[in-house]
């Protein structure tokens, strides 16, 4: 048993890439024995349980349950679930397209990804998914959950959904679709403004982004000024979100991190190369905004480079790093905090906008008849120079932005500053 024990014990830690980490931190003799008995229990399994168990199934449950004694955002990685990672962070994967975290036990939706089915369904930030396909979430780990969330292209899922405010859960069957994540999209807000949307942070955001900066530019005679929208943006890559907030400061302190680990500490800066000119910049959030999003939030708002506007975001302040283990799975795990130039932490807290504004149903209200002086006989002309004919106070809004009440108050905002800025 003994000799057996040992031998197992040696394969654990070389699965698990714990060897180089036991040494490194010069555990006791107390961290090998709890080891052993680990191994005593995987040996008893193999040897006495009913049925026969496969060994492997066991210590990947092993690792499961070890990190679920850590934080909510530290997972371990089938071979499956590190290839559908990889292929999300490329921009393509099929699913619902919906971010996920756990709190307290339960299952939560951080955000919707927008033009996805979780989208279009109705899904929100913040609804609680209580089961799934008819299984209930009580108990699951959040990669199982993603797991069961994924799959091939046209097949439905069933979800049961807690959300605030409704008595009774509601259910949705969602067909799966392959989710094409573009991480940017832009266009023009009438005469002299701009609108970007940034869904998340991916590989290469910080280059398209740029590319969509130039072509407002060379689309918009004047520049006005910028609403960019981080709203329901569930973070991604770190160095994406270095490079966004790089493209609006020219030097400085953008974010840096803090771990038990020397190599954790990192610490990164803007380059004075490729800086936007100094317009008006406003950043919208709100509670689907979150991690990489936050990070670029916070740098803009330090600096003053930009106004925060919206709700208070999530609060994801911690770094996740991926390790490949031997067998093609890998280890997620929380290796940092990160902080805002001036030092801030907003794990559990998130960031405070510089002006709070909910998002509110908007519903026009009829102006009642009544006699204006237009209607006067013999009224004066309006002369032509009027406030109407000035360039850049002109604003076309679709359908979609009446509805937007946090968008119109950007907008507002942008013209005050301009307005201001002319006298």
Do not use: W
């Not at 899922?157 to 999209?185: C, M, Q, W, Y």
């Not at 998130?350 to 008849?369: C, F, H, K, S, Y």
Request: with cysteine; hydrophobic share 40%.
């Amino acid at each position: 048993m003994k000799s057996m024990n040992k031998l197992l014990l040696v394969i654990f830690l070389v699965m698990a890439g714990l060897c180089t980490t036991v040494q490194a931190q010069g555990n006791t003799e107390e961290d090998y024995r709890q080891l052993e008995i680990f191994t005593d229990v995987l040996s008893l399994i193999r040897s006495g349980y009913v049925e026969e168990a496969d060994t492997q199934e066991l210590i990947y449950g092993a690792i499961d349950g070890m990190l679920a004694t850590l934080d909510p955002h530290s997972s371990f990685l089938t071979p499956e679930m590190y290839l559908d990672m990889q292929a999300e962070t490329q921009g393509q994967f099929g699913g619902l397209g919906i971010e996920v975290t756990t709190r307290d036990n339960r299952l939560i939706i951080v955000t919707p990804i927008e033009d996805t089915p979780a989208y279009f369904a109705g899904i929100k930030a913040g609804d609680e998914i209580i089961a799934i396909d008819g299984e209930s979430t009580d108990g699951m780990g959040i990669m199982e959950a993603i797991r069961r969330l994924r799959g091939e292209k046209g097949e439905p899922v069933g979800l049961l959904i807690k959300r605030d405010g409704n008595p009774e859960p509601l259910t949705f069957s969602i067909v799966r679709d392959i989710i094409h994540t573009a991480s940017v999209k832009s266009r023009r807000l009438g005469q002299g403004y701009a609108y970007i949307r940034l869904l998340q942070f991916q590989e290469g955001t910080g280059t398209e982004l740029k590319r969509h900066l130039d072509a407002l530019h060379a689309e918009l005679a004047e520049f006005g000024g910028l609403i960019l929208d981080l709203r329901n943006n569930p973070g991604g890559l770190l160095e994406q979100a270095v490079a966004t907030a790089d493209l609006f400061l020219d030097q400085g302190l953008i974010v840096y991190t803090e771990g038990r680990d020397e190599d954790a500490r990192l610490e990164f800066a803007a380059q004075p190369q490729d800086t936007e000119p100094d317009y008006p910049l406003i950043v919208l959030v709100n509670g689907g905004s979150a991690s990489a999003a936050e990070i670029l939030a916070g740098a803009l708002q330090d600096y003053g480079r930009a106004i925060i506007m919206g709700e208070q975001s999530f609060g994801k302040g911690s770094v996740q790093t991926i390790i490949p283990l031997d067998d093609q799975s890998a280890l997620r795990l929380t290796t940092a905090r990160y902080f805002t130039p001036l030092g801030r932490s907003i794990q559990a807290k998130g960031i405070t906008p510089d002006i709070l504004v909910p998002q509110l149903q908007v519903n026009p209200v009829a102006q009642p008849a009544g006699t204006r002086e237009s209607d006067l006989t013999n009224h004066f002309l309006q002369l032509p120079d009027a406030d109407e004919n000035k360039p850049g106070l002109k604003v076309d809004m679709n359908a979609s932005d009446v509805q937007d009440y946090q968008l119109q108050r950007a907008l507002d905002l942008l013209k005050g500053l301009e307005i201001l800025s002319h006298r």
